[in-house]
């Protein structure tokens, strides 16, 4: 990948945005947040599913990008089986966009209340969609699997992350370092993923 290249990442989210960052540090390519590449925009997630929600925020801010740049976004998720699939696409909007994680992480504690520990599986999922300049589309997807904790832990990461237990490290995702999640992340496999795919185009 170009040393010179840079990229714009379209998303608002500063939890996301840092994890990214954090990520991307050694691939050797400068990222700018769309504040960074000073685009204001908060494109209407109107799609169903992670992918088209992940292209709509792409193609919003590739729109108002410079000529040259390479914009990719990301759409993700919580989603727990014993409630079939919810807060889903929607992780984000769940009890309303500004209701605290407190109250969110809280409620969706309540609801599994009595619900044994093998029934409380759940995954995090994420979809990237990256724009190279001329127009191509490309996609990645990244699972971390789970189960929903009894009580919030950890005071790490950001949304979800404190009812969700990861089994491979005994831990909250909250729990763990930055460095930690990153490795096992959904937005960690995603981001590196679409690494690889995008070595071969530019
Ligand atoms: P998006 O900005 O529409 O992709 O919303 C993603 C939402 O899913 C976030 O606001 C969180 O509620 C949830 N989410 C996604 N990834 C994570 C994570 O790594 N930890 C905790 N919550 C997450």
């Known amino acids: 990948m170009s040393e010179t290249m840079k990229i714009i ?9 840092k994890e990214i960052k954090e990520i991307m540090k050694d691939f050797g390519v400068e990222i700018l ?21 992940a292209t709509i925020k792409a193609k919003a801010v590739f729109a108002e990008a410079p000529a040259d740049s390479l914009v990719i976004a990301d759409d993700s998720g919580l989603l727990i089986d014993y409630l079939d699939g919810e807060p889903g696409v929607d992780s984000a909007l769940y009890l309303g ?10 409620s969706l504690i309540d609801r599994l209340d009595g619900v044994p520990t093998p029934k409380r599986t759940a995954r995090f999922v994420c979809v990237m969609v990256a724009i190279l300049p001329d127009g191509t589309l490309l996609s990645s997807e990244g699972v971390m ?4 904790g009894y009580e919030e832990r950890g005071e790490n990461g950001f949304g979800y992350d404190p009812i969700f237990y990861v089994p491979d490290f005994f831990k909250h995702s909250a729990e763990l370092t930055p460095e930690e999640k990153n490795e096992i992340s959904h937005r960690g496999k995603a981001l590196r993923k679409m690494k690889e795919i995008l070595e071969k185009y530019i």
């Open 9 to 17: 990442f379209a998303t608002n989210n500063q939890g996301k945005y």
């Open 33 to 53: 947040s769309m504040k960074e590449a000073g685009i204001y925009l908060e494109p209407e997630e109107t799609g169903s599913t992670f992918l088209e929600n």
């Open 97 to 106: 966009v500004n209701t605290s994680y407190r109250i969110k992480n809280q």
């Open 145 to 148: 699997e789970g189960l929903i």
